[in-house]
């Protein structure tokens, strides 16, 4: 079975298609069932003051528009689904960071944070070093600490719903949503 797998594999590398792995599918559907838009509404909106917002960094803000123009730049899917993982599980952090523990959201991020755990465990085998150097650099910046004069506001529905519009751009094809 793996190996008819492995060859699988290496017809669609040979073709210059970039499938998503079993694993990833399977998580980034879930995360999809988790990112509703009633649920979305409910715990980043509802449940949140008028107008509230949370700072994060410029490259923490990934848009359909951002994928796009680096895939006219030849950047490569896996590459831009691991810029995705990278971005979203930060924005998640970042939600979880100004909640109390009895916050009605403090449940809904957790769910949200343990499937990027889960799906953390299917990136792990890449490096930054395996990417392209532009994804390398986005990457460096949003997980580093010294980028914090480069804050903008954002509320928290806008950042799950470019994570949930960028998911279903990088994984919908692949993944045969």
Request: with cysteine; charged share 25%.
């Amino acid at each position: 079975m793996r190996q008819g797998y492995a060859a699988v594999l290496c017809v669609v590398a040979v073709l210059g298609l970039e499938a998503a792995a079993p694993g990833e599918c399977e998580l980034t559907r879930l995360l999809q069932d988790k990112l509703q838009y009633e649920m979305r509404l409910q715990y980043m909106k509802h449940y949140f003051p008028i107008d509230y917002t949370v700072q994060v960094q410029y490259e923490e803000v990934l848009r359909p528009s951002n994928i796009t123009r680096l895939r006219n730049g030849t950047v490569s899917e896996v590459a831009l689904r691991y810029l995705w993982f990278h971005i979203s599980s930060q924005a998640v952090l970042r939600i979880r960071e100004v909640l109390p523990e009895k916050h009605p959201s403090w449940r809904y991020t957790q769910e949200l944070a343990w499937l990027f755990d889960a799906l953390g465990e299917e990136y792990s085998q890449y490096r930054q070093t395996d990417v392209e150097e532009v994804v390398a650099d986005v990457v460096k910046l949003v997980h580093s600490a010294g980028a914090e004069s480069r804050r903008k506001p954002v509320r928290p529905k806008a950042l799950l719903d470019n994570c949930l519009k960028v998911m279903r751009m990088l994984y919908g094809a692949p993944c045969e949503w």
